[in-house]
């Protein structure tokens, strides 16, 4: 389904990032895996990436910073001959209610989550438009649909990347390239790990499915919207949130 596409995946050692850099691999596309600061996760995917007989590098980056992701993708287009595939998926939080949150609690969830997707099509807009194909994945949340208490910050910055999505849809289109939002609702993952037990449960008592989604299934979609199957969709924001939303 992806064979020899070449995709970059933000935020790809754990958690949903490295579940989508696994499925794209399994499904033949090459991975320039950028991760921030945990190395060890990083080997692990990439060693389990490069198992699946396809290309892979990593690249420490700081998708919060303009400079730092410029110097990253000149980095990556050397590399790799073309990129085909971005998915935006980095991103943070830090929780709390507003009343006590702090401006660079705020902030620091803005830059890595809302102005990290920005840096990346940035940097990739004119490759992408050049050779007149393309597709980006940006990795939004229910929580920038319908808001969540204790997050004004992360709901805020996927409220904006979901804004971005349909913006960059609207651009590129004319060049044959798709941008595409995917909304996750609770899925295990590392940043719902940290939540108490009482949480999870009322989380799930609150889903019409009964159950938290996994990374796998959130993968499974990114890898249809990267395929060509999905040519003819674009500006869309996906739910897969077991029904959660609605």
Known sequence: MLKNKNAVITGGSRGIGRAIALEFAKNGANIALIY???????????????ALGVHAMAY???????DDTKKTISEILADFPHVDILVNNAGITKDGLLLTMD????????????KGSFHMIRHLYS???RQRKGRIINIASISGMMGNPG?????SAKAGVIGLTKTVAKELAGRNITCNAIAPG???????????????????????????GNPEEVAKL?????????????????????????
């Open 60 to 66: 420490q980056c700081d998708v919060s910073s303009f």
């Open 127 to 129: 490759h992408m438009m």
């Open 103 to 114: 401006e660079s609690s705020f902030n620091s969830v803005i830059d890595t989550n809302l």
């Open 186 to 212: 609770f899925i295990e993952t590392d940043m719902t790990g940290s939540l108490s037990d009482k949480t999870k449960s009322a989380a799930v008592e609150m889903i019409p499915l009964k159950r938290m």
């Open 222 to 246: 990114a890898a249809f919207l990267a395929s060509d199957d999905s040519g003819y969709i674009t500006g869309e924001v996906i739910k897969i949130d077991g029904g959660l939303y609605i």
């Open 36 to 50: 921030g600061s945990n190395i060890e996760a990083m080997e692990k995917t990439l060693t389990e990436i490069k």
């Open 151 to 155: 997050q004004a910050n992360y709901s």
